[in-house]
């Protein structure tokens, strides 16, 4: 909208209103509500974006009850020194009246966005949408609001809405009647002359903005031209990595450390005596590799073995033998590192998991903690192995540490680390050699209980938190957003074993106590726990008092040890860098930049061939949502392929990591359920009606067949549906070939090539032959095995005929067929008078006949799959049991779906006909 309207509105020689400004702060976009008693009394609402005030007239005002919609009105964009403005417009100018700023503070997406910029983005595409949710951080409104467009009342009219939080009330919040500013009502601002604004010449009231240290930047970089810029160390580059090693002492693998802790410090700065990485949002990880076993552990010994299960299958990989430090992460597809993602990680199907390795400690029998950073990261870019993707050497910038620090503030990254070049690894300490700076406020708390308020609806109302300080458990504040109705179900399981009848607290702290702003008394009662869990907080400052002001949760951290959760407090960063550089003699010059030839990217998005998997190899019983549908699977360790040692788990994982190449064989069809509950050596059988036995979300499709029968079949539908008819042990997938929408009209026509006796290089003989006529009659054709004995040829009809249609043309292939290989071949279909010669089965193609579909595993020895072939893949020497679960999806990764031709438009039957009676008569 700009700011034009704004401007032909207001005559500023007669009004003191202003007219620009910019926002300064790079992290957090700013909200005001000003009440404004003009010809009729309203609060204005406005939200920063694209460096203007976006603005909503609220007649009634802002309510604090989910249950009130306040009609909200969109007017001109306001530039952004209007969020101070106090005072009076003169009468006869618009908005002619008085104004006082009622509430002020910053707000946010409730999606979890990282970087103003980002949010900022968001929003605005939310905005254009006409529904922008926010959380608010005020002195006055806090939670989640939201602001949605009407229709059939205006083009501008929006409803703000507050949604069901903690902040939620039925109190009315507008009694709280003074400016935030000045802490005068509307009326005594009208009455006060001093602060009357007639011109612009007058005083302005100030904003009391929170205090916050910035870091300068030194210029106005974009995010990719500092990280390109930022290069790779050139001492790094140059170290005699043989050298450093011979001179590293000899020692046995460490074992029962901890790793190397950061000083946290207040803001970036630029020497070249230090290097610069990436701050990651993860779990700290030390891998301990000897002899082809590897332990990998948390920063206060827990195992990650079996949590992160593909990072240590990958390790153990590993032909070396080293320790190494890094970061366990879970990445989005840009790259960004997402800490709720991680803490909620169970398998593959949950994100894609990056371990980011930073420094090496011991590497082929040598200790190299003494040895200088550059020369362990050195020796690290060298021994490291980088043949999978999911671990990655986290990359070292020798950049303007200032401009590095904007750019990642840009970026939505949680920090950045600054380490000193020269500095050696001290084990299982802090140390002011490594320094940490973050982009926004974050701690780990302990969780000393909860709260629940008396009229809520949820498990519980917020969090009681706690740190300890000089080996006292301190109060800290409560926290009440961050985790939805799932996590807190999570949480309560987690809690139960901890809960305790007494206050952990040396002093019970009275966690009903009001703040300045507060206008909600809570009545909470608070459940104690034992101070043993620990979990981390953004917040947006501490109190004279030593309390957290507006926390959010972020997550559990299993991580960290509760005994050494202390208050963090941010040391002056010149302070601590000159502290350590005269410590050690160093000199500084004015040297920002040290000269390299490889250039690396701070973050790069996972590659998306990795494969992903459902359900983790260790708990015996997971309920994971597909689709959005809660599906449970049980007894996982249970082996369908004993031969071949594959379990019921490795079903599920290849079905759902194979659904986006099968679902199209499978989307609208009726199924078959072919079922084997104990396997493939178990009893069998088929199930066609799931009347009143299919869960309610699935889709059904009511069918009289052949003798009258009436039958409900499950229709394939999504990757939900699929995992559901192998929760019944349903090892193989017989999709019908038409859909519910022609049912009497299949998409294909098969021929099944079924060997009997015969070897199976005579089977492609037979295929072979098969295309050979399908080619002279131009009609293509697409081969596949069937997973058991045989091949099966499709033919594209495009459900442009009769199964009737259909089996009249395979009837007829197969008929000049047969007359081309009569000594093998045969049309009878029963097994007696076959006398041994192969099958060419033409009568699949009829209503209701399936056989199993594209990609399905079969329940036959080696764990086979129905696998798609290129036709210069069907020659002597194809197995069937080159085609396995054990296989199949790297062959998919590579190849991708061969067979769609299958589902093209089809041929002309009619024309196909005449032609083969015209070659073959």
Known sequence: MGLDKYNQKRDFSKTAEPKAGRSKDPNKLMFVIQKHDASRLHYDFRLEMEGVLKSWAVPKGPTLDPKVKRLAMMVEDHPFDYRNFEGIIPQGEYGGGTVIVWDQGWYETIDPIKGKKAQEKYLLSELKKGSVKMRLHGEKLNGEFALVRTHGMGENSWLLIKHDDDFATKKDVLKLDQSILSEKTIEEMEKSSDKVWHSNKEEKIEAKQP??????????????????????????????TAKVLKSAPKSAILKNIKPMLATLVNGPFDDPNWQYEVKWDGYRALAFINKGKVELLSRNNKSFNEKFYPIHKILSSWKINAVIDGEILVLNDKGI????????????????????????????????????LVERQAILNEALPTDDDRVRISKVFDANGTDFFAAAERMGLEGIMAKLKSSTYVLSNRSKDWLKIKVSKRQEVIIAGFTRNEDTSKLFSSLILAVWENKILTYVGKVGTGFSDSDQKKMMQTFAPYIVDKSPFTVVPDINKLSRFQHKQLNAKATWMKPELVCEIAYAEVTDEGIFRHPSFKGMRIDKNPKDVIRETAADTQVVVKEVEEELDIQS??????????????????????????????????????????????????????????????????????????????????????????????????????KGKAPEWAKTFPYSTSDGEEKEYLVGDDVATLLWMASLGCIEINPWFSRVQSPDNPDYCVIDLDPDKHHFDKVIEAALTVKEVLDSIDVPSYPKTSGSTGIHIYIPMGAKYTYDQTQLFARIVVGIVNEKLPDFTSLERMVSARKGKMYLDFLQNRPGATIAGPYSLRPKLGATVSMPLEWDEVKPGLKMKDFTILNAIERLKKKGDIFKGVLGKGIDLEKAIKKAKEIYP
């Open 211 to 240: 205090s916050k240290k910035k870091a300068k930047t030194k210029s106005k970089q974009t995010k990719e031209q500092v990280i390109e810029d930022a290069e790779i160390s050139e001492e790094s580059v140059k170290i005699d």
């Open 337 to 372: 590192s997402n800490f709720g993602s991680l803490q909620n990680w169970r398998s593959e199907a949950d994100g894609e998991l990056v371990f980011y390795v930073f420094d090496i400690l011991w590497y082929e029998g040598k200790d190299l903690t003494g040895l200088s």
């Open 589 to 690: 010059d004015d040297s920002t930049k040290i000269k390299a030839d490889k250039h690396a990217a701070a973050i790069r998005p996972p590659k998306v061939t990795i494969p992903k998997t459902l359900l983790n190899p260790k708990d015996e019983t997971q309920v994971r949502k597909v689709n959005g549908k809660e599906l449970k699977f049980s007894h996982l360790s249970k082996v369908y392929w004993p031969e071949d040692g594959v379990t019921k788990r490795d079903m599920f994982n290849y079905y759902y990591q194979v659904a986006d190449f099968m679902l199209p064989y499978l989307k609208d069809r009726p199924q078959s359920l072919n079922r084997f509950p104990g396997g493939i050596h178990g009893q069998s059988f088929y199930q066609k009606d799931v």
